[in-house]
């Protein structure tokens, strides 16, 4: 598991060369993993995944992550029965955001959105060929509900990316089409 942030002397660090730190979950021992090519991150010993929904720290990650006061990323959040997960980014006002890169099933997404009582989802809308395409067609048929932002309500049958993100849920009727994500377009 890889993350930003560990807690070093009780506080929360990025990695730096040299450091060794504690995972803000499971307080297991955690390696400052500070190579030339990879974006300096903290890893567990061995293949240690204490979170099962954190999904491999990757650049876009980080990237969406730092549009964010740092004190909201990586924020662990416990539902009342204390089970526990590191949130990507929780707002002041206890708004989950959850940065999503790869594909993820009906089962795995519903789960999250039970246990975060609050919470927006940010895909990664480029996954596969032809999703782009499709979603930004799929505009054209939307209904708008509030120019600035931008949110709309589109049809979700309209592609395989909104059938993937829209199918049972009561939660994902809505979309902010974000037309620069982290530098990527
Ligand atoms: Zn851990």
Same mark, same amino acid.
């Given at each position: 598991?890889?993350? /930003?942030?560990?807690?070093? &002397? !009780?506080?929360?660090?990025?990695?730096?060369?040299?450091?060794? +730190?504690?995972?803000?979950?499971? =307080?297991?021992?955690?390696?400052?993993?500070?190579?030339?090519?990879?974006?300096?991150?903290?890893?567990?010993?061995?293949?240690?995944?204490?979170?099962?929904?954190?999904?491999?720290?990757?650049?876009?990650?980080?990237?969406? /992550?730092?549009?964010?006061? &740092? !004190?909201?990323?990586?924020?662990?959040?416990?539902?009342?029965? +204390?089970?526990?997960?590191?949130? =990507?980014?929780?707002?002041?006002?206890?708004?989950?955001?959850?940065?999503?890169?790869?594909?993820?099933?009906?089962?795995?997404?519903?789960?999250?959105?039970?246990?975060?009582?609050?919470?927006?989802?940010?895909?990664?809308?480029?996954?596969?060929?032809?999703?782009?395409?499709?979603?930004?067609?799929?505009?054209?048929?939307?209904?708008?509900?509030?120019?600035?932002?931008?949110?709309?309500?589109?049809?979700?049958?309209?592609?395989?990316?909104?059938?993937?993100?829209?199918?049972?849920?009561?939660?994902?009727?809505?979309?902010?089409?974000?037309?620069?994500?982290?530098?990527?377009?």
């Amino acid at each position: 598991m890889k993350t /930003k942030f560990a807690v070093v &002397e !009780g506080k929360r660090r990025e990695a730096q060369p040299g450091l060794s +730190g504690k995972c803000p979950l499971c =307080d297991d021992a955690m390696i400052a993993k500070c190579g030339q090519f990879r974006v300096w991150h903290w890893a567990h010993r061995g293949t240690l995944t204490c979170d099962r929904w954190w999904e491999p720290e990757t650049e876009w990650h980080r990237a969406w /992550k730092n549009q964010f006061p &740092e !004190g909201w990323q990586e924020t662990t959040h416990q539902s009342e029965d +204390g089970e526990k997960h590191i949130a =990507d980014v929780k707002t002041e006002s206890g708004v989950v955001l959850e940065f999503q890169h790869s594909r993820l099933s009906r089962d795995e997404r519903e789960s999250r959105e039970i246990f975060y009582p609050k919470m927006v989802w940010v895909v990664d809308g480029q996954g596969r060929a032809g999703d782009r395409a499709q979603f930004f067609a799929a505009l054209d048929a939307a209904i708008v509900f509030n120019r600035e932002p931008l949110i709309v309500s589109v049809p979700s049958n309209e592609g395989a990316l909104l059938r993937d993100w829209t199918s049972g849920s009561p939660f994902c009727g809505y979309f902010i089409p974000v037309a620069r994500t982290a530098g990527r377009i």
